[in-house]
């Protein structure tokens, strides 16, 4: 795929054939109608005609979930540290690809590879495949909550794990101390129970 600069404008004829394209990518990927209309300019009534060409069916509905900032960043009783270390690494890979560009990409073509990116990095990956993973329109709202989609202060940012080097999101509002690496979280799980395992 041809990446997409922001400069293009989804109403130049130049960029058009990139626009759908992408589009073309976010149907694939099952992203709500609202989330490709926003992204790639095309018109609700275009993206559901690609719908039900691409894909024989409509989109799913409901209105595109945007969730809480902790979602991503906090294991709860309904998400696991597992679930956290995928939330930083999806947005690991849209910041690194912007990096990797001298120009400033479209966001949502940054979107659609950092997504492609972080699905073959856990197709194969063990024990890190089973269980929730991000869908593209989590993805999407993640983005959203760490400040790269929408120009409102970012709730999340990410730091740097003093231990593994890890670079894991939190939540602005909350006090650091209390939201802990992913992988070092996991390591010390696997610890506690290797030891409770021996005392067994
Ligand atoms: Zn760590």
Redesign the pocket.
Known sequence: MIPIPSSARPGDVRWEPAFLELAHGLVRLEAKTRVITRLTGLSTRRVRELYRVLQGKGASPGPVRQSSAQFFAVPSASTSSVWTLHCATFVACYEEIGNACDVRLNRGWQLLMAFTTYSSLYANAGPLAIGRRLDVNLAYALLVHAGFLESRQAELQRVR?A??M?RYLVVRSLPLERQK?P??SISTNHLRLARQGFRA
């Open positions: 794990c231990t593994c890890l690496c992988v070092c």
